[in-house]
């Protein structure tokens, strides 16, 4: 059964490490990502953006993929199913669709105006027992035609915010989505050490997780990071391992045609950038 992200992240945060948001594309992604935190017994998150929400055809498949997932795949560790950057209406037909979990991406509002559309989102999943994701400060690159500036956080915001109820909060410190580019200025512990000392015991998410260095990464959940969201990462590894497949002409040996034997290195690849990041995070046996 799908959890929401609330008491997971409640423990990653008090216990120092954090939770991985993976996103998912479809259903080699998702059982990949769904089988390695079985076997390492951590929990979970599964990240999906409005564009591979409408790419997976629809919300309600997505639910109907993933409950059906946990029940034959016997899923046992806390598996919260999260809507990646939702607009207003983007996160009210997750709440309809059977998501345990939302963001709602309000960044690119006047602050009031965020924290209004925030508030009624909060009370919706009050309610239902849903996880709520809000983001102050635009976080940088882009993701699903959403485009970010990149911007630090204003911690007074940040707090304005975190005082509407949400579960979790999304501050921007300099992070960028995608690959990041060479002469990238690293994050800003400076602004996230001020996001935490206003925040105090709320699990902050660190977006753009792919290429940030093993140490930045440690440091920012020593600071308050309790989840971190990783999607280009996967990307990237599924494409390397395709790409070799292909190249070292296997689809064209026996039946290496066959779409369950094409597509099974890159989702081993997956697998493993899974069991890399979980290890990192420090979510291992934490389930
Ligand atoms: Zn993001």
């Known amino acids: 059964m799908l959890v929401s992200a609330k008491e997971m992240l409640t423990k990653a945060k008090a216990g120092k490490y954090a939770v991985g948001q993976f996103n998912i594309n479809n259903l080699e992604w998702t059982k990949a ?3 390695t935190a079985q076997e ?22 997505v639910v109907g993929m993933v409950n059906g997932m946990l029940e034959e795949l016997n899923i046992t560790v806390p598996v919260a199913l999260h809507l990646d950057h939702g607009s207003f209406e983007g996160a009210k037909a997750c709440i309809n669709a059977g998501f345990s979990s939302i963001m709602f991406d309000g960044s ?66 300099g992070n960028i989505h995608g690959k990041y580019p060479d002469n990238w200025q690293g994050l800003s512990f400076e ?22 260095p093993a140490e930045m990464i440690k440091k920012a959940i020593s600071l308050g990071v309790a989840k971190i969201n990783v999607n280009t990462e996967c990307q990237l590894s599924f494409q390397e391992a395709t790409r070799k497949y292909i190249e070292e002409g296997k ?28 290890e990192l995070f420090g979510s291992v046996g934490k389930a």
């Open 251 to 278: 689809d064209q040996q026996g039946k290496g045609f066959d779409p369950r034997k094409l597509l099974a290195p890159g989702a081993e690849a997956i697998k493993a950038t899974v069991k890399e990041k979980m």
């Open 40 to 61: 390492l017994n951590s929990p979970v998150i599964l990240g999906v953006s409005e564009g591979a929400g409408k790419y997976m055809c629809g919300y309600k498949t």
């Open 191 to 212: 602004t996230l050490d001020a996001v935490q000392a206003k925040t105090g015991d709320m699990p902050l998410v660190l977006h753009g997780g792919t290429g940030i």
């Open 33 to 35: 990502i769904l089988q």
């Open 108 to 173: 690119h509002y006047p602050i009031e105006e965020n924290i209004e559309k925030t508030k009624q989102l909060v009370n919706a999943c009050d309610i239902l027992g849903l996880s709520i994701e809000a983001e102050v400060g635009s976080i940088g690159g882009e993701e699903d035609g959403v485009v970010g500036a990149g911007e630090c956080a204003d911690p007074e915001e940040c707090k304005m915010i975190a005082d509407l109820g949400v579960t979790m909060l999304a501050a921007g410190i």
